[in-house]
C-alpha cells in the first residue's frame, strides 16, 4: 500500500486548493509517523525516495513543499548548505509572500525548535518578515500566526 502511495503522492501534491493542502499536510504527517514506526527499510527507502520529488515539484502545493524539506533535513537528507539554499528560494522576494508563508507553515510543521536551534534560519525568516510592507504583512499574517499557534508554550516564549 505504501508502494501505490509513495508513487501517487507527488502527483496528488500538485495544484491542490489550499484548503485541501492542509488536509493533505495531515495526511502526510501521519504517513511520515507511520514509516518511521515501521522501521522497514524498503518502506523507508520509497518514502525518501519520494520526498525530494515532492519537495521540488515546481507544482507542489507551498505547505507541502516547505514539509517536505524539513522532512528530508530531519532525515539527514539534506545537509545545511542545501537547506540553506531551499530556504532561501522558497523565502526570496521572487517569491509571492503569501506562497513563502505557505511553504514556511509547511516547514515549521510540528515544531519551532529548528528556529531555535539555528540562529541562520531565525534569521532567515526574521529578515522576510521585516521586508514585507505593511499590507502584504497584513495579508499574510494569518498563515504564520497559524503555524507559531502550534508551537508549544516554552517554543513561543523563547522565539518572542
Same mark, same amino acid.
Given at each position: 500500500m505504501?508502494?501505490?502511495?509513495?508513487?501517487s503522492?507527488p502527483? !496528488?501534491?500538485?495544484a491542490? !486548493?489550499?484548503d485541501?493542502?492542509?488536509?493533505?499536510?495531515d495526511?502526510?504527517?501521519k504517513l511520515n @509517523?507511520?514509516?518511521?514506526?515501521?522501521?522497514q527499510a524498503?518502506?523507508?527507502g520509497?518514502?525518501?525516495?519520494s520526498?525530494?520529488?515532492? =519537495?521540488?515539484?515546481?507544482?507542489?502545493?507551498?505547505?507541502?513543499a /516547505? &514539509? =517536505?524539506t524539513r522532512?528530508l533535513?530531519?532525515r539527514?537528507l539534506?545537509? /545545511? @548548505?542545501?537547506?540553506y539554499r531551499?530556504? &532561501?528560494y !522558497?523565502? =526570496? #522576494?521572487a517569491?509571492?509572500p503569501?506562497t513563502?508563508?505557505a511553504?514556511?507553515e509547511g516547514?515549521l510543521k510540528g515544531? /519551532?525548535a529548528?528556529?531555535?536551534?539555528d540562529k541562520?534560519l531565525?534569521m532567515?525568516?526574521?529578515?522576510w518578515? #521585516?521586508e514585507?510592507?505593511e499590507?502584504?504583512?497584513?495579508?499574510?499574517?494569518?498563515?504564520?500566526r497559524?503555524t507559531v !499557534? =502550534?508551537?508549544?508554550?516554552p @517554543?513561543?516564549?523563547?522565539l518572542?
Amino acid at each position: 500500500m505504501i508502494t501505490h502511495i509513495c508513487v501517487s503522492l507527488p502527483a !496528488a501534491c500538485t495544484a491542490v !486548493a489550499d484548503d485541501t493542502a492542509l488536509h493533505l499536510l495531515d495526511l502526510f504527517f501521519k504517513l511520515n @509517523e507511520a514509516v518511521n514506526i515501521l522501521q522497514q527499510a524498503d518502506v523507508t527507502g520509497l518514502w525518501q525516495h519520494s520526498l525530494p520529488i515532492i =519537495s521540488q515539484g515546481k507544482n507542489t502545493a507551498p505547505v507541502i513543499a /516547505g &514539509y =517536505s524539506t524539513r522532512l528530508l533535513f530531519d532525515r539527514k537528507l539534506l545537509d /545545511g @548548505e542545501q537547506l540553506y539554499r531551499a530556504f &532561501y528560494y !522558497a523565502m =526570496s #522576494r521572487a517569491t509571492a509572500p503569501a506562497t513563502a508563508a505557505a511553504w514556511l507553515e509547511g516547514f515549521l510543521k510540528g515544531s /519551532g525548535a529548528l528556529l531555535l536551534l539555528d540562529k541562520n534560519l531565525w534569521m532567515v525568516v526574521n529578515d522576510w518578515v #521585516r521586508e514585507l510592507t505593511e499590507d502584504i504583512f497584513t495579508q499574510v499574517l494569518p498563515l504564520p500566526r497559524r503555524t507559531v !499557534a =502550534s508551537f508549544t508554550g516554552p @517554543e513561543k516564549k523563547k522565539l518572542g
